[in-house]
């Protein structure tokens, strides 16, 4: 080794081969510098109390925290899943002991009714016809809710044939193959409601609920005898309420809709809620391509002023005009050059309308106060008074107008 290396190596720090000082310096002395400056920390931090239930308390708490949450997750999970499992089935156990306690607690007030009437056709051949359909016990002594065109058969009468007085009606009671003869108390046809009675004592009388307060969603059964097949049950649901239906004859009802399934026969049924209380009348349903499901009822609420009256007088007392009328719209207005009103065709001797002093060709316009343009509209506000009560029309007369002061009399 020359001088020049040798003074090299002393220079930068080289003995023989190797450094003086490369890994000792360089990193064995720093690392154990740093665990003894650690520990002196650590032991120091120890050494206080507060310092170490930190270090050591929220230590071992978040390591508690964390496998308890682990614990808890997964046993949160079986539970979960097992008390749903089982939720299920006692909710699938209630719901059926429900039903059938529901079923049981209604089927024997609910009846079977079959009419028979004679018919004439056109051509003056003569027949005989039956309908049937369901009602309602309403009393323990044997009157009996159900429909007008169950058992009121003119409704059934067309161009072509002629339908007479109904010349039997026949109820057949839950469990009892008896066909008890029915007397028709009174029939309504605006409502579609009629009361007809049975001569038996000790009947069950169906409860009846508050339609009022029936919500969409909520359960529903209808109970009857459609297309034969006596005390039929069938669930499900209220679809809409105050549901305003025109039916083929062009009366108009505000109606209880179901997914239930009506069909002929389940007529003067009962559509049932939850509690086994009555709230609506089935009376009809919507049918033909692509309709499922969407029958109507009329609510119970509706009926009980209507079956009173049909029961203490054989009839429903309603306030009266005494006109015939037609609805003039923008069409007819412009082309007959009439206000948009409610044209008065005719005026009954002796009525309401008479005594009033409206003359055909008069056109209401309005009736205290509110603007009318469709008989509905009229017929609206008029049954919402009693018989007796005054009301003042707003007319056109000739292209004048004027008030006239009417005094509701009894439909004759």
């Known amino acids: 080794m020359d001088d020049f290396e040798k003074s090299y190596k002393k220079a930068n720090g080289f003995y023989g081969d190797k450094p003086k000082t490369s890994f000792g310096k360089s990193v064995v002395f720093p690392f154990v510098s740093g665990i003894l400056g650690a520990t002196l920390v650590v032991g120091t931090c120890f050494g206080v109390p507060q310092i170490k239930e930190k270090l050591i308390g929220e230590t071992d708490t978040l390591a508690s925290t964390t496998i308890n949450k682990e614990e808890s997750s997964s046993n949160s999970s079986v539970q979960n899943n097992t008390s749903l499992d089982s939720a299920s089935l006692i909710s699938l156990s209630d719901y059926s002991d429900a039903t059938a306690a529901i079923a049981a607690k209604v089927q024997p007030s609910v009846v079977g009714i079959t009419v028979e009437y004679s018919v004439n056709s056109f051509f003056n051949q003569k027949g005989s016809a039956t309908a049937s359909g369901s009602g309602i016990i309403i009393t323990e002594d044997g009157y009996i809710l159900t429909n007008n065109h169950i058992v009121n058969t003119s409704t059934a009468a067309s161009s072509y044939y002629t339908v007479s007085e109904a010349t039997s009606v026949k109820v057949y009671l839950y469990g009892d193959s008896t066909a008890y003869d029915a007397t028709i108390v009174g029939t309504d046809d605006l409502t579609d409601l009629a009361v007809i009675k049975i001569d038996k004592t000790g009947l069950p009388a169906a409860e009846l609920g ?3 307060t029936v919500k969409v969603g909520s359960f529903a059964m209808a109970i009857g005898n459609p297309l034969g097949l006596d005390n039929s049950v069938t669930v499900g649901t209220v679809s809409a309420v105050n549901r305003e239906v025109t039916d083929s004859e062009g009366k108009k009802f505000v109606l209880i809709q179901t997914d239930a399934a009506i069909n002929s026969g389940n007529s003067g049924g009962a559509l049932v809620n939850s509690y086994g209380q009555v709230i609506g009348i089935n009376t009809l349903k919507l049918s033909g391509d692509g309709v499922e499901g969407i029958g109507f009822a009329i609510p119970i609420n509706s009926t009980k002023d209507i079956y009173t009256q049909l029961i203490n007088d054989g009839k429903v007392k309603r306030p009266y005009l005494g ?31 008479q005594k009033a002093g409206l003359k055909p060709g008069d056109v209401i316009i309005a009736v205290d106060g509110t603007t009318v343009t469709t008989r509905d509209e009229l017929d609206e506000i008029k049954y919402s008074h009693s018989i007796g009560d005054k009301i003042t029309l707003k007319i056109n007369r000739e292209g004048k107008e004027m008030d006239i002061e009417l005094t509701l009399a009894e439909q004759p």
């Open 210 to 212: 508050d339609s009022d």
């Open 323 to 353: 006109i015939g009328c037609i609805d003039i719209d923008e069409q007819k207005s412009e082309y007959y050059n009439l206000p948009i009103g409610i044209y008065i065709s005719e005026v009954e001797d002796f009525s309401a309308a």
